[in-house]
T-cell receptor, first 114, second 113 residues
Framework: GENVEQHPSTLSVQEGDSAVIKCTYS??????FPWYKQELGKGPQLIID?????GEKKDQRIAVTLNKTAKHFSLHITETQPEDSAVYFC?????????????FGTGTRLTIIP | ETGVTQTPRHLVMGMTNKKSLKCEQH?????MYWYKQSAKKPLELMFV???????ENNSVPSRFSPECPNSSHLFLHLHTLQPEDSALYLC????????????FGDGTRLSIL
């Protein structure tokens, strides 16, 4: 089955600087890669996703890049703000049609230092 | 209400109790999921319902019993739980299963005494 590894487990960044979180996956057939943000006491919230036919996707201060050859994808947050502090999860979805399921990474706790 | 709503938010129960977790989605989705979230572990998929039919049971012990009476509601019935079952239980929904975005509720924090 799919295996997703996520690094780092914790990350502290000065407000205004950029943050990068990296994930690798094992199943070369995986084709959907969402990123979730989880704040304290809340459920995971989808912030951006990318499909395997695209190499990069941006949404304001957030971007995701995908390298299918190396089987890794990354989340980039620019101009970080205190409200970006949260736990971030990457995930990869298997491509078995009709039986797709998400495999999650172990999460990165991002702290923005004012 | 919008989104995915889970009740109760917190639940403390003894090992011999029977309780149920409830999830309701107001997004018009047709697939619903139960996940278990434990500290320092990835989210674990427990059950998947698509068009009210259970399509996946991820080797979950029989002390967890899901029910999906319609496409908007999902229950997780609990009985004779163990201390290691203490965790955050998350419900999610999506429009179809084909690699579609999943929307999560805020979870039920379950503590087994």
């Amino acid at each position: 089955g799919e295996n997703v590894e996520q690094h780092p487990s914790t990350l502290s960044v000065q407000e205004g600087d950029s943050a990068v979180i990296k994930c690798t996956y094992s199943d070369s057939a995986s084709n959907y890669f969402p990123w979730y943000k989880q704040e304290l006491g809340k459920g995971p919230q989808l912030i951006i996703d990318i499909r395997s036919n695209v190499g990069e996707k941006k949404d304001q201060r957030i971007a995701v890049t995908l390298n299918k050859t190396a089987k890794h994808f990354s989340l980039h947050i620019t101009e970080t703000q205190p409200e970006d502090s949260a736990v971030y999860f990457c995930a990869a979805s298997s491509s078995n049609f009709g039986n797709e399921k998400l495999t999650f990474g172990t999460g990165t706790r991002l702290t923005i230092i004012p | 209400e919008t989104g995915v709503t889970q009740t109760p938010r917190h639940l403390v129960m003894g090992m011999t109790n029977k309780k149920s977790l409830k999830c309701e989605q107001h997004l018009g989705h047709n697939a619903m999921y139960w996940y278990k979230q434990s500290a320092k572990k990835p989210l674990e998929l427990m059950f998947v319902y698509s068009l009210e039919e259970r399509v996946e049971n991820n080797s979950v012990p029989s002390r967890f019993s899901p029910e999906c009476p319609n496409s908007s509601h999902l229950f997780l019935h609990l009985h004779t739980l163990q201390p290691e079952d203490s965790a955050l239980y998350l419900c999610a929904s999506s429009q179809g299963r084909g690699n579609q975005p999943q929307h999560f509720g805020d979870g039920t924090r379950l503590s087994i005494l």
